[in-house]
């Protein structure tokens, strides 16, 4: 079955660490995302990524890192820059020409040791 | 004012009954508009997905946008208690070229048996 997978799902960070969240998607799409979703937030877009080798900052990059190697996997890296890290995140794919159908993966929690 | 604004409930209801969703936006430029539902840790699962103003539906679940008032409803029908979950609105500019979603903060809806 097609889907996207997030690694690990649960995550524990020191202070001064930096941490690698995992994404991977088998289903053949050239735009991906990260997104964070705190509690009473909704969703807020950390970086997207329309093909590879390509990404943009969203809303609140500050403190974070991506890369885009490959097509079907788009890693983030939650630096110790960013002060409050604890949150849920998710990250999702979208087919050519429809950025409305994104498909999500079942998240990344990381909490702050 | 916030692009999106969407009441987070709690929403409680009992089998049957039939739920109304909302959310209003602020930015006129927004043409495409969806409903994710959001299992408790999992990730966003899209729902419902329609351009521009009028009514769209599937099953028991009908999408509505009133463009002139800047308003979207999901309404359920014969609710059930496998539709509990977090509802979150989400709408953009365009549906393929831009692939930036606006997310509402999510509805927590509970249907009891």
């Known amino acids: 079955d097609g889907g996207i997978t997030q690694s690990p799902k649960y995550l524990f960070r020191k202070e001064g660490q930096n941490v690698t969240l995992s994404c991977e998607q088998n289903?053949?799409?050239?735009?991906m995302y990260w997104y964070r979703q705190d509690p009473g937030q909704g969703l807020r877009l950390i970086y997207y990524?329309?093909?590879?080798?390509?990404?943009q900052k969203g809303d609140i990059a500050e403190g974070y890192s991506v890369s885009r190697e490959k097509k079907e996997s788009f890693p983030l890296t939650v630096t110790s820059a960013q002060k409050n890290p604890t949150a849920f995140y998710l990250c999702?794919?979208?087919?050519?020409?429809?950025?409305?159908?994104?498909?999500f993966g079942d998240g990344t929690r990381l909490s702050i040791l | 004012q916030k692009e999106v604004e969407q009441d987070p409930g709690p929403l409680s209801v009992p089998e049957g009954a039939i739920v109304s969703l909302n959310c209003t936006y602020s930015?006129?430029?927004?043409?495409?508009f969806m409903w994710y539902r959001q299992y408790s840790r999992k990730g966003p699962e899209l729902l419902m997905y329609t351009y521009s103003s009028g009514n769209k539906e599937d099953g028991r679940f009908t999408a509505q946008v009133d463009k002139s008032s800047k308003y979207i409803s999901l309404f359920i029908r014969d609710s059930q208690p496998s539709d509990s979950a977090t509802y979150l609105c989400a709408m953009s500019a365009s549906g393929g070229s831009n692939y930036k979603l606006t997310f509402g903060k999510g509805t927590l809806l509970t249907v009891n048996p």
């Open positions: 930015n006129s430029a927004f043409q495409y």
């Open positions: 990524s329309q093909i590879v080798n390509d990404f």
């Open positions: 999702a794919s979208s087919p050519p020409g429809w950025g409305g159908f994104q498909h």
């Open positions: 289903l053949n799409h050239d735009a």
